[in-house]
């Protein structure tokens, strides 16, 4: 670097970046100074479920093979002469594909919610007076229409997740007389 | 650069001492203020929390993820930085620094604004990143004997501007 370039840089060494905001330096120190959020395990369901029929195909593949060199001959027999126990060629076929049905089911069942129910409410209903119509006997009437919805509030004791169905309902219920003069 | 803090409440001094050399740079690649805070402020959460385990020199990690957190928001923002590039063009500069003890120092200050952008995005990271020529040049994506010229070009555009000045 010439001598004439020193210079220069030296007086680029003496310009100061511009303090930190107040407000950004307060700003800053917060968001680095709180922890990082705590991150939960993210299992996707479709992935658990494929994991899962992957174990069974490979249980499924385990078991061929056995029926694959078991003796053909004498097979029917076995199985029509003792109907009530498998034969043992089957015994050995059966336990992996049990195995994997039992691991399916009580994977299964540990994914399916266990829901209570919490709480369950009725609004008022919400009666209207539609349109008078004309009844078959010539006398008219005014349907009756009524609004009201049902809310159950499911809880599941598993996981605490609350799941919460509602149910609106607007039927027309009866028909009210029209008395005309 | 010193290491960033190990324990909450050090912080504070840290940027003290970091940040307004930090800011300067994402600055530098920000259309405005507020945008240089945020792309600060996302760069050094992302640094602190994801990166300062990585291998590699602490300051030249905090720049890259400077640059990438401008180019992030750069491209949520793209067309409203198209619209606004020309009023980035006209920003002040001086406002980058402290404000100048004579007039001497506004002039330098008003010199290093005129200079090309890609000569001043290299004093940029060399003069206040504190980068090598080596690691300026992996930041933009340039040789490192190609980031020391354009070093010394602006060196010499600056003396060129400021020669009656500093004489």
Not at chain 1, 9 to 34: C, D, F, H, I, V
Not at chain 1, 37 to 49: C, G, H, M
Not at chain 2, 138 to 157: C, F, K, V
Request: with cysteine; glycine share 6%; net charge negative.
């Amino acid at each position: 670097m010439s001598e004439d370039t020193r210079e220069i840089e030296a007086a680029l060494g003496s310009l100061r970046p511009r303090r930190l905001p107040a407000g950004l330096e307060a700003r800053l120190t917060a968001a680095l100074e709180t922890p990082e959020p705590a991150r939960r395990p993210r299992v996707i369901p479709f992935l658990a479920w494929g994991g899962l029929a992957a174990a069974a195909c490979l249980a499924v593949m385990l078991a061929l093979p056995d029926d694959a060199v078991a003796p053909t001959g004498a097979e029917p027999m076995i199985m029509a002469a003792q109907a009530d126990s498998p034969p043992p060629m089957l015994r050995s076929a059966t336990p992996p594909l049990a195995a994997a049905r039992a691991a399916k089911s009580a994977a299964a069942a540990a994914a399916e919610p266990e829901l209570r129910l919490v709480r369950a409410e009725q609004s008022a209903p919400e009666a209207t007076l539609l349109e008078p119509v004309r009844l078959s006997d010539g006398l008219f009437a005014r349907p009756v229409r009524v609004r009201w919805h049902n809310t159950a509030h499911f809880r599941d004791t598993r996981s605490g997740a609350e799941l919460i169905r509602h149910a609106p309902h607007d039927e027309v219920i009866g028909l009210v007389p029209f008395e005309t003069d | 650069m010193s290491e960033a803090p190990s324990a909450p409440g050090d912080w504070q001094a840290w940027l003290s001492e970091n940040g307004p050399r930090l800011r300067l740079i994402a600055r530098h690649w920000a259309r405005s203020d507020a945008d240089a805070d945020d792309i600060l402020q996302e760069a050094l959460i992302r640094y602190w929390r994801h990166q300062r385990h990585l291998p590699g020199e602490p300051n030249a990690l905090v720049v890259t993820s400077i640059r990438r957190a401008a180019l992030d928001l750069g491209r949520q923002s793209d067309r409203r930085l198209r619209r606004e590039q020309a009023v980035a063009a006209d920003a002040d500069l001086v406002g980058w620094f402290e404000p100048p003890a004579d007039e001497r120092h506004a002039f330098l200050a008003k010199a290093v604004q005129e200079l090309p952008p890609e000569q001043r995005e290299v004093v940029v990271l060399h003069q206040w990143g504190g980068l090598t020529f080596e690691q300026v040049g992996e930041q933009i994506g340039i040789s490192p004997n190609t980031a020391a010229s354009r070093w010394r070009y602006a060196l010499q555009n600056l003396k060129k501007t400021l020669g009656p000045v500093l004489s």
